[in-house]
């Protein structure tokens, strides 16, 4: 056979061969598997992103019924607010007080729940027992507690200590509503940190008190470092879910007293559902879009200065 019949035949049997081949099925089966979670991913995330910024370009007003573009007027204004830079500041001071707080003592229960002693299931259980809970009758319980008759000054008044009024003072309402959040949610964070101290091998552990390493030693060099990626999964997680809190904040405070706790996300739900100011209202959600896009940037970025045995 010359060469050129060869080449005849292997065309032949080139278009001879089926199209739905083994290969085309097996990518017709992997797009169809992501199907639901890109149309979810569209229709539930990049198509309201891409509206929060057409809406913030306009200014809507459903009284009245109009719809009126304006341009960057919504991001001038933004740029004039007065009271813009205490609602930085405010939701600053919540996000660094809740991370600080949730994830130290979460990591600090998580190592003394690590022991293996007697009643660790019990006290796992019950840390954990505030995830589950609803968070707006979590935060209800938690404002009557915190109020000036309520049931941690009727504790403090039986040791001869008058309480403040928790939700009232601009020194303790913003702790207050840290504290009753990390309560709410530092299960989680224990969880996870629980799971990964339980995944570090204990012949690391075994062989570094051979070397005469003491407990801060070992936790410092060894434990510090292997459970990274879950510190920075943590961190992640509990950033952005401190840039999003809401509903504590409208049950407890209402964003008060005067502007102490109002935080980027309620003073947005006031500017566009109280004052009916939407366009303004979605100029301060791409703000709040950019926050966390940056804050979760760089978090990505510096893992590679810490994070140390990441898969």
């Known amino acids: 056979m010359t060469e050129i019949d060869s080449r005849v035949a292997a065309r032949t049997v080139t278009r001879g061969a089926p199209f739905w081949n083994t290969r085309r099925r097996d990518v017709l089966a992997g797009y ?119 049931g941690i000054n009727g504790v403090l008044g039986a040791f001869g200590v008058t309480g403040p009024n928790w939700l009232r003072g601009e020194a303790t309402a913003m702790v207050s509503v840290i504290v009753v959040q990390v309560l709410k949610n530092v299960g989680l964070n224990m969880v996870l940190f629980l799971a990964a101290l339980q995944g570090v091998p204990k012949q690391l552990y075994e062989a570094a008190q051979l070397d005469g390493a003491g407990a801060w030693t070992r936790f410092r060099r060894i434990t510090i470092p292997l459970i990274s990626p879950t510190i920075l999964l943590t961190s992640i997680i509990t950033v952005v879910g401190s840039l999003q809190v809401f509903a504590q904040i409208a049950v407890l405070t209402q964003g008060g007293p005067g502007m102490s706790t109002t935080v980027l996300v309620y003073y947005l739900y006031q500017q566009a559902f109280q004052f009916h100011h939407f366009g303004y209202g979605a100029t301060l959600s791409v703000v709040l879009f950019a926050i966390v896009a940056a804050l979760t940037l760089v978090q990505w970025r510096m893992r590679r200065k810490w994070v140390f045995n990441e898969s």
Request: glycine letters at 8%.
């Open 32 to 150: 169809l598997f992501i199907a639901p979670q890109l149309a979810g991913s569209v229709l539930f995330v990049l198509l309201p992103l891409a509206l929060v910024g057409w809406y913030s370009l306009h200014e809507w007003n459903v009284l009245a019924g109009t719809f009126q573009f304006t341009g960057g007027d919504n991001y001038a204004k933004l740029l004039g607010d007065a009271n813009l830079r205490s609602v930085l500041w405010a939701t600053a001071l919540f996000s660094v007080g809740l991370v600080a707080l949730n994830l130290s003592l979460a990591l600090l229960l998580a190592v003394l729940l690590n022991q293996r002693l007697r009643g660790t299931t019990f006290f796992r259980a019950l840390f954990f027992s505030p995830v589950v809970v609803s968070l707006v009758a979590w935060t209800i319980v938690w404002q009557f507690l915190l109020q000036s008759n309520g």
